[in-house]
């Protein structure tokens, strides 16, 4: 892996277009910054750019249209940029005096109907499936690899977006919309991609490392009672403390003495087995976490693994869960990541009890996949 030397990156580059448009000329004349926040799942990928607005143009004359999309790619001079995805323009926000212009985009267009709410009923289906007649219905591209878990029945009375935001969350799956491609991907896979970059603790800044074991609980059991025959579904799953740098030097604890319980409709076993894998994982990616900034470089994006180097007991690979990467007028760059930890070989990490039952389902795939 190439190391970040400042003289291999001499001068950040971006390009921006507006209704397929190339504009970046004009906006760079009036640049303040340009900042594109790439979440892992949960949130929208967003960009704002804010313009120096002193004439009086982008207010008026200039004023963007809601709705209309915004493309960007980012990168350092001399080098091939990263598209981070499409936009639609949901606000303009001015600020006085020092008259600036914000514009402010989302990845998850408001031109679609994924926030109308469907009153739908799926049977005898898998997560896959699902996944897909979803991204089939909205006229999206799905990417991912899915388990095909059996479903017995999925009651939808929420928007598609709600919907599978609230799936991803049940079966640990990272789950966003980005232009046209809908992002429904295990997070069980992501863990396991080779590195994009290796980092030196010293050579970061602002940085925050939490290494914690009281909300990783000591085993995790899903329970669920059929209403109309009574009968009792449940699975439940130790924790083996896999992911721990240092156990307690009295106890050997490695995790809280907690049981963590949920009640969620499992039709079988395997769904609530694979609903308790699901919280396993999260909360064992939780135990230890990490902050910091770094010189911008357009692969440090959600989903993928960059290694902490000379970090003691708290190095090894970060999966990245958010990245603000930001632009300014100066030519500056950087990236704010937050990142969770999914392996340490030194320490013995691993994530076998968590992994996959079923050979998953690919759609899409190229090479990453959250962007």
């Known amino acids: 892996m190439d190391a970040m030397i400042p003289e291999q990156v001499p001068e950040a580059r971006f390009v921006l277009t507006y209704q397929q448009r190339n504009i970046t000329r004009n906006i760079s004349e009036h640049l303040l910054s340009l900042t594109y926040m790439d979440f892992l799942s949960g949130q929208a990928d967003s960009l704002d750019v804010e313009l120096e607005d002193a004439e009086g143009k982008w207010r008026d004359a200039w004023y963007p249209g809601h709705g209309d999309s915004l493309a960007l790619s980012i990168g350092w001079e001399g080098k091939p940029l990263r598209e981070v995805g499409r936009f639609e323009i949901d606000g ?47 006229g999206l591209e799905l990417i991912g690899s899915i388990e095909p878990i059996k479903l017995d029945r999925l009651t939808q009375q929420e928007s598609d977006l709600e919907f599978l935001r609230n799936l991803a969350g049940e079966y640990d799956y990272a789950f966003k919309v980005t232009g046209k491609r809908m992002v429904f ?96 994982a999260r909360a064992n990616r939780e135990r230890t976490t990490g902050a910091w900034t770094a010189m911008g470089r357009p692969n440090l994006v959600s989903g993928n693994i960059v290694t902490l180097a000379a970090a003691g007991k708290l190095g090894g690979n970060y999966l990245i869960t958010s990245a603000r990467h930001e632009m300014t007028r100066s030519g500056g760059y950087i990236v ?14 691993t994530q076998d009890s968590t992994k996959p039952d079923l050979a998953l389902s690919t759609y899409g795939i190229q090479q990453e996949v959250v962007a």
């Not at 008259?99 to 031109?111: E, F, K, Q």
């Open 336 to 349: 704010d990541l937050e990142s969770c930890r999914v392996s340490a070989p030194s320490i013995s990490m």
């Open 92 to 138: 303009i926000e001015l600020r006085c005096p020092a008259s600036s212009v914000t514009i402010r985009a989302l990845g998850t267009g408001i031109n679609s109907p994924l926030r109308t709410p469907e009153h739908k009923a799926y049977e005898n289906t898998t997560l896959d499936a699902v996944a897909k007649q979803v991204a089939t219905r909205q």
């Open 185 to 280: 991907h295990a997070i069980s896979a992501l863990v396991k991609g080779v590195p994009v970059a290796s980092m030196v603790l010293g050579d970061l800044a602002n940085v925050t490392l939490r290494d914690q074991i009281r909300e990783v609980p000591k085993a995790v059991e899903v329970k669920h009672k059929e209403p109309a025959t009574k009968k009792l579904i449940s699975y439940t799953i130790n924790n083996k403390g896999e992911t721990v740098a240092v156990p307690s030097s009295s106890s050997k604890a490695t995790t809280s003495g907690d049981t963590k319980k949920k009640r969620k409709r499992s039709a079988s076993a395997e769904e609530a087995k694979a609903k308790a894998k699901a919280e396993l």
